[in-house]
């Protein structure tokens, strides 16, 4: 079955053009997904010239691969974990920054209406047993101090115990961001697909290079999920994949609704959506650190099992996986970047990114525009927060380290490329080089630099999505070397080799 979210699969490609010239323009935007797209409505909208740099095409990266679920409550770590690291006002502030973020998608499907099927639905946070009572109540109590709607009016068709927030919602994001990038494409507001940026350099001018072009800017907006090259905000995030599985059912299938299933401290997230196979209910879920799991396809297994396990499964129709950076202290950095006046940021999303990359694309062009933004304090991306984030930071930090240690030390896991099967990646050395070998379900054989070009920790190899991962920041690259996604920008180099 091909690894293709099913958002992809019932949307139309785009075809904005590739930069092939030098263009100067007010702001930069590289990254073309929610965050960038709705950033250049803004900006554009209120006067300012704006060029979108896309790596491969509008919406298809990490906001194509979601749940296309809406909501002021968070995920991970949940608001109760914001109020005790914070306070009760500041749990308030994220649920009234993320409804606002929610109530502008909406108004955006009106104002070009927008068919990608948006619709008001509830949020339920359940547990089928006792295991996740307590942390259902704490968010409960949390939801409601943050002035949220909540009840106990839960329907599933499985006994579960919990509360739902109503009028919250669920649409196609790919549709959405690809309609909204088609109604603000103009001379005023470029877009640009299949244009990877190659080169950033934050100056009195900021100058962005992609293969074929370059542009000039007064400011840069890193739209990309981290920010490409080294920052110091990368200290405070941890990266991990997720897996989703969708699948058809012969029984009965749950009502239109956001359905979190808690399981110790994981939630499973599931909805149900008209496919172009047909209905179908998806679970979304199987959270690690990217580059930290070995057979990582026993993560769709799971899914399925999941489902199987509670409701009639006729089929699995598609599976998917993405990618998600969580703040330490579990709040998004959204702003200028610390230590720079030309580059703003948005990361930190954790599995919340379609609402908090709307949030940050309206914090980022009040700030540029000179508007006062009553969120942009609750974001500040150069905040310290020592209390708030100490013990994560440590964690995260020292599982950088201890990856990076690990790698070092490690031996070669084969010797000959000979011994790599179809379907494999392994590390070989060849001259004392630690070599990134991998071979396609067709034998033909890729052999490129181990090394990761973001801060030299050894990728490893990604056997669900035949991909090399970096286990220390989470970039992640082709069989063939080519950055799938950042924060590294360069690719790992090709290393001439004959297969023996």
Same mark, same amino acid.
């Given at each position: 079955?091909?690894?293709?979210?099913?958002?992809?699969?019932?949307?139309?490609?785009?075809?904005?053009?590739?930069?092939?010239?030098?263009?100067?323009?007010?702001?930069?935007?590289?990254?073309?997904?929610?965050?960038?797209?709705?950033?250049?409505?803004?900006?554009?909208?209120?006067?300012?010239?704006?060029?979108?740099?896309?790596?491969?095409?509008?919406?298809?990266?990490?906001?194509?691969?979601?749940?296309?679920?809406?909501?002021?409550?968070?995920?991970?770590?949940?608001?109760?974990?914001?109020?005790?690291?914070?306070?009760?006002?500041?749990?308030?502030?994220?649920?009234?920054?993320?409804?606002?973020?929610?109530?502008?998608?909406?108004?955006?499907?009106?104002?070009?209406?927008?068919?990608?099927?948006?619709?008001?639905?509830?949020?339920?946070?359940?547990?089928?047993?006792?295991?996740?009572?307590?942390?259902?109540?704490?968010?409960?109590?949390?939801?409601?101090?943050?002035?949220?709607?909540?009840?106990?009016?839960?329907?599933?068709?499985?006994?579960?115990?919990?509360?739902?927030?109503?009028?919250?919602?669920?649409?196609?994001?790919?549709?959405?961001?690809?309609?909204?990038?088609?109604?603000?494409?103009?001379?005023?507001?470029?877009?640009?697909?299949?244009?990877?940026?190659?080169?950033?350099?934050?100056?009195?001018?900021?100058?962005?290079?992609?293969?074929?072009?370059?542009?000039?800017?007064?400011?840069?907006?890193?739209?990309?999920?981290?920010?490409?090259?080294?920052?110091?905000?990368?200290?405070?995030?941890?990266?991990?994949?997720?897996?989703?599985?969708?699948?058809?059912?012969?029984?009965?299938?749950?009502?239109?609704?956001?359905?979190?299933?808690?399981?110790?401290?994981?939630?499973?997230?599931?909805?149900?959506? #008209?496919?172009?196979? /047909?209905?179908?209910?998806? +679970?979304?879920? *199987?959270?690690? =650190?990217?580059?930290?799991?070995?057979?990582? &396809?026993?993560?769709?297994?799971?899914?399925?099992?999941?489902?199987?396990?509670?409701?009639?499964?006729?089929?699995?129709?598609?599976?998917?996986?993405?990618?998600?950076?969580?703040?330490?202290?579990?709040?998004?950095?959204?702003?200028?970047?610390?230590?720079?006046?030309?580059?703003?940021?948005?990361?930190?999303?954790?599995?919340?990114?379609?609402?908090?990359?709307?949030?940050?694309?309206?914090?980022?062009?009040?700030?540029?525009?000179?508007?006062?933004?009553?969120?942009?304090?609750?974001?500040?991306?150069?905040?310290?927060?020592?209390?708030?984030?100490?013990?994560?930071?440590?964690?995260?930090?020292?599982?950088?380290?201890?990856?990076?240690?690990?790698?070092?030390?490690?031996?070669?896991?084969?010797?000959?490329?000979? #011994?790599?099967?179809? /379907?494999?990646?392994?590390? +070989?050395?060849? *001259?004392?080089? =630690?070599?990134?070998?991998?071979?396609?379900? &067709?034998?033909?054989?890729?052999?490129?630099?181990?090394?990761?070009?973001?801060?030299?920790?050894?990728?490893?190899?990604?056997?669900?999505?035949?991909?090399?991962?970096?286990?220390?920041?989470?970039?992640?690259?082709?069989?063939?070397?080519?950055?799938?996604?950042?924060?590294?920008?360069?690719?790992?180099?090709?290393?001439?080799?004959?297969?023996?």
């Amino acid at each position: 079955m091909s690894k293709i979210s099913m958002w992809k699969a019932s949307t139309s490609e785009t075809n904005f053009p590739k930069l092939q010239t030098s263009l100067s323009v007010d702001v930069v935007i590289i990254g073309g997904g929610i965050t960038g797209i709705t950033a250049a409505y803004n900006l554009s909208k209120a006067g300012k010239r704006v060029a979108v740099l896309e790596a491969l095409k509008i919406g298809e990266g990490d906001t194509g691969s979601s749940t296309g679920n809406l909501y002021c409550t968070i995920g991970d770590p949940g608001l109760h974990s914001i109020e005790s690291k914070f306070s009760a006002n500041k749990a308030k502030e994220v649920a009234e920054s993320r409804a606002d973020a929610v109530r502008f998608i909406e108004d955006r499907t009106l104002e070009y209406d927008i068919d990608c099927d948006f619709k008001k639905v509830p949020w339920n946070l359940f547990t089928e047993g006792n295991e996740s009572s307590d942390y259902i109540e704490k968010e409960k109590e949390a939801a409601q101090k943050a002035g949220v709607i909540t009840n106990s009016n839960i329907c599933f068709p499985l006994p579960v115990t919990g509360f739902m927030v109503p009028n919250q919602a669920q649409f196609n994001p790919l549709k959405y961001v690809k309609a909204l990038a088609e109604n603000i494409h103009s001379d005023h507001c470029m877009i640009f697909e299949n244009s990877r940026a190659v080169k950033i350099q934050e100056g009195e001018t900021c100058t962005v290079e992609t293969e074929e072009g370059s542009i000039t800017a007064q400011y840069i907006i890193m739209a990309t999920h981290t920010p490409l090259g080294i920052y110091f905000v990368q200290s405070s995030l941890a990266a991990y994949r997720e897996y989703a599985v969708a699948v058809k059912l012969n029984s009965e299938y749950p009502a239109p609704g956001i359905f979190w299933d808690m399981i110790e401290n994981e939630h499973y997230s599931m909805r149900v959506y #008209d496919s172009p196979k /047909g209905k179908v209910l998806m +679970v979304l879920g *199987e959270m690690h =650190k990217t580059g930290q799991k070995d057979y990582n &396809e026993e993560c769709f297994d799971n899914l399925e099992k999941f489902l199987r396990d509670r409701f009639d499964v006729a089929s699995v129709e598609y599976k998917w996986s993405a990618q998600q950076f969580k703040a330490v202290d579990g709040i998004p950095y959204i702003g200028l970047s610390s230590g720079n006046n030309k580059t703003y940021i948005a990361t930190g999303f954790s599995a919340d990114g379609l609402t908090y990359g709307t949030l940050a694309a309206m914090i980022i062009a009040d700030e540029i525009l000179g508007n006062d933004n009553p969120w942009a304090k609750t974001y500040d991306a150069s905040r310290l927060t020592p209390i708030a984030s100490a013990s994560n930071f440590i964690k995260e930090n020292l599982n950088v380290a201890a990856e990076l240690i690990k790698d070092t030390l490690k031996k070669a896991e084969v010797k000959n490329f000979t #011994d790599i099967q179809p /379907g494999e990646g392994k590390i +070989v050395e060849i *001259e004392g080089q =630690k070599c990134a070998a991998s071979r396609t379900q &067709e034998g033909e054989l890729f052999a490129v630099s181990a090394i990761c070009t973001h801060m030299g920790c050894t990728v490893h190899w990604n056997q669900a999505e035949a991909s090399w991962d970096c286990p220390c920041h989470g970039s992640r690259f082709t069989q063939k070397g080519e950055v799938i996604e950042g924060p590294a920008i360069a690719p790992l180099k090709n290393i001439n080799t004959k297969d023996d």
